[in-house]
């Protein structure tokens, strides 16, 4: 058991080691498009991919034109459904973790645009309920969509 407690100490402090930004203990101070810099980290698409051009309903009924109303907004754009089980809640989950991680100036520069895959089942009121249990503490916009089978 002992054994087993040291390595799992050692690997967290390999992945503490691992993940350290070089010491320097400053906070983000605002959006940057650099996927290598500023308060969101990561790697990113060189030359960034196209933002999608779509239409669909708000859960308030009302239409919601992806590539306009997000154009220069930091946006997250999940595909998934209200009655999933597993990955759809844990990763809304996860999202609405690292928002309210953020400063609130940085937070309130998100958009999170959650777009039903469910036409049968998920329209406006299921959406808009589902979403407030992941958006609830942060302060980014979080929209959620759904539209009809053609």
């Keep these: 058991m002992k054994k087993v407690l040291l390595a799992g100490l050692a690997a967290l402090l390999l992945v503490a080691g691992c993940s ?88 309130s520069k998100v958009t999170v645009v959650f777009v039903s895959t469910d036409v049968k089942h998920d329209i406006g009121p299921i959406i808009a309920r589902w979403l407030q249990s992941f958006s609830a503490g942060t302060h980014a916009t979080f929209v959620g969509l759904y539209g009809s089978q053609p």
């Design 20 to 107: 350290s930004s070089g010491g320097s203990s400053s906070k983000p101070s605002g959006l940057n498009d650099n996927p290598g810099t500023g308060p969101y980290m990561g790697v990113g698409s060189i030359p960034p991919l196209p933002r999608p051009s779509f239409t669909l309903l708000t859960d308030d009924n009302k239409p919601y034109s992806f590539a306009k109303q997000t154009d220069g907004k930091t946006t997250l754009l999940f595909f998934g459904y209200t009655r999933c089980p597993d990955i759809c809640p844990a990763t809304m989950a996860d999202i609405g973790v690292a928002l309210r991680g953020l400063p609130a100036s940085v937070s």
